[in-house]
């Protein structure tokens, strides 16, 4: 979703704040802008992609050695320039980039307007400019103190004031923001934005504001001075280049077997990160929840008990009661998902014991958690997980222990085959052309698979999927099979193979064109087409029969000329609720 990036630091500005901007792309938005502060505050906004404000801003001149930027998502009001970021203050003394939604916006507004002056955007943003303004008696940082008591909601801010050309103003609630020191200073909501001359971080709390000079930062908190800890910016933070791939999706998807086999040898949990407790609950979002889902089968195995799974949003508005004991695992790839955050904060309420699965060991979610486990997987920068899920899907194999070690262990060797067997899918994504919808089904784990598959290909080719479980297929969905409609048979458990055969001849007898993806033969020869995968453990299929269907979206989005990396709609990390 929405980026900040910021820099001061001696030289131009400028091209830091675009090459910043170019590396917050993954994360999804509808327009971008700066603003450098000179001898006043200057900036160039754009609708689109970074290219187009790269246009605009050849046709200006914006010289400082300071500045701020930001790529929106829309959420209040329609993406246009006028809504975009940095917004000014009425009196241009202020430039404000904001992450995060403000809560009380109404009655800020109507405060703003009060005092005489009339907001030019929709967003909630712009009003945060003006208040600044309104508290400013000459000390950026005591304005910023006073707006922010003011801010219910969430919010990391980048500020610019004209008076002091030289300094960035930062404060942070629920919504990252790192500040960054070596060769200048920065400020990011994401540590990949960072330009290659900074080396260390500090990751901001909640409450705390900053003033950035080039020389460093001093960090606050209610008013007063507070020591933070700076730690080395790791290179795997950095966003990585396309090492010659056409698109990171792809690559993401090569790195599968690699980042699988960090996940699993790694020692990267906090000290009491296990299965515990009288009952667990899965919690996530997207590709998160599918991931879990997959693995209910394997945790039920271990723990001997029913395993809830829940979609984070749906989790906040359950009428639970609480069940002392109850340990709930919430799984998120960039640990910054709004959703997942308040339903951790509501496990916490409900006095549940909680768990952060998750890729970014630095984020929100492993902080609000009481304990994590982190996958280790790499940046991820397609908007579309791949990796994400299948190091979630070989986090949840570790914490079921011993039973599954073997297992586990197997799993980055598995998923290098897969990949090669998926290779051939390139020739059947001509199939979906036409495709009005495709199905993908599957039982047990491969239930979690099919879901996600479907999800993969509704995301990146915009073509209409149904994930089901395969028995559900014949109570109602089957009235849309016809004549050449795709249906993808996921099909890993050798004890299932005689359902499976039945729902595939379902299907075909209906004019379906059925693609198996499966480890047995007997399958594959009743399907049209066949992926064929390496014999894998029923109950952690899902992390290598996920990896065609990753690669068939990809093949299909690619023919249809998609924008495979940049969905349109879609941001990476969802930080709204
Ligand atoms: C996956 O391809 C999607 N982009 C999306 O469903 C994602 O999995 C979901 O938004 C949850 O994200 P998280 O894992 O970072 O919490």
Redesign the pocket.
């Known amino acids: 979703m929405c980026g900040i990036i910021g820099f001061t630091g001696g030289r131009d500005a400028a091209p830091i704040l675009i090459a910043g901007l170019k590396a917050l792309e993954y994360r999804g938005y509808d327009s971008a802008g700066i603003a450098v502060a000179g001898k006043k505050i200057t900036s160039v906004k754009s609708v689109g992609r970074i290219s187009a404000l790269e246009k605009k801003l050849d046709e200006t001149t914006l010289v400082g050695d300071c500045g701020i930027g930001h790529t929106r998502w829309a959420t209040h009001g329609c993406p246009t320039e006028e809504n975009c970021h940095p917004h000014m203050s009425a009196d241009g003394k202020f430039a404000v980039v904001h992450n995060g939604i403000i809560e009380n916006d109404k009655e800020l507004r109507a405060l703003v307007r009060a005092a005489g002056i009339e907001p030019i955007s929709d967003t909630d943003s712009e009003i945060v400019a003006h208040l600044l303004s309104l508290y400013y008696d000459g000390d950026p940082v005591v304005a910023l103190g006073r707006t922010v008591s003011r801010l219910k909601g969430s919010f990391a801010l980048g500020v610019l004031c004209a008076d002091h050309p030289d300094e960035i103003y930062a404060a942070k609630m629920r919504s990252p923001l790192l500040i960054g020191y070596g060769d200048g200073t920065c400020l990011s909501s994401d540590g990949t934005a960072m330009p290659q001359s900074i080396n260390e971080i500090t990751v901001l709390a909640d409450g705390q504001t900053a003033r950035l000079t080039k020389n460093g930062a001093t960090v606050y908190f209610r008013g007063r001075q507070v020591q933070c800890e700076r730690t080395k910016l790791k290179s795997s933070r950095r966003a990585a280049g396309l090492s010659g791939y056409p698109h990171y999706m792809i690559k993401e998807m090569y790195e599968q077997p690699e980042a699988i086999a960090r996940t699993i040898s790694s020692e990267c949990r906090g000290k009491r990160a296990g299965l515990r407790g009288t009952g667990v609950s899965l919690i996530?979002?997207?590709?998160?929840y599918n991931a879990a889902l997959s693995c209910r089968p394997m945790l039920e195995r271990v723990t001997g008990r029913s395993v809830d799974v829940a979609l984070a949003g749906e989790f906040l508005y359950s009428e639970r009661v609480p069940a002392y004991g109850r340990q709930c695992i919430l799984?998120?790839?960039?640990?910054?998902?709004a959703d997942?955050i308040s339903a951790a904060e509501e496990a916490k309420r409900r006095g549940y014991g909680t768990l952060a699965i998750t890729n970014v060991h630095a984020s929100t979610l492993t902080r609000t958690c009481d304990d994590y486990l982190c996958t280790r997987a790499g940046p991820e920068i397609s908007?579309?997980?791949t990796k994400?899920f299948t190091t979630q899907v070989a986090a949840l194999g570790l914490l079921a222990g011993n039973e599954f070690a073997a297992a586990v262990k197997e799993l980055p060797g598995l998923a290098e085959k897969a990949l090669r067997a998926s290779e051939g899918l390139k020739d059947s994504a001509v199939k979906f052309d036409n495709a009005g919808c495709v199905f993908f089904m599957g039982r047990g784990a491969d239930y979690g698979a099919a879901l996600e598959g479907a999800?993969?290909l509704k995301?990146i080719s915009y073509i209409p999927a149904i994930g089901i479980a395969a028995g559900e297929l014949k109570h109602g969905s089957i009235s849309l099979i016809e004549k050449g409609t795709p249906v993808i048979a996921v099909c890993t458990d050798d004890r299932l193979i005689g359902k499976s055969l039945l729902s595939i001849a379902t299907v075909k007898t209906r004019g379906g064109f059925v693609i198996g993806v499966t480890s047995s033969p007997e399958v594959a020869a009743a399907c049209d087409e066949a992926v064929m995968l390496p014999p894998v453990h029923p109950m952690l299929s899902a992390a290598v029969s996920v990896i065609p269907l990753q690669r068939l979206a990809y093949e299909v989005a690619l023919r249809l000329g998609r924008d495979i990396d940049k969905p349109r709609n879609?941001a990476?990390?969802?930080t709204v609720e």
């Open positions: 996530g979002c997207g590709s998160s799984l998120s790839q960039s640990g910054e998902t997942t908007v579309a997980t994400g999800l993969k995301e879609l990476k990390s969802v």
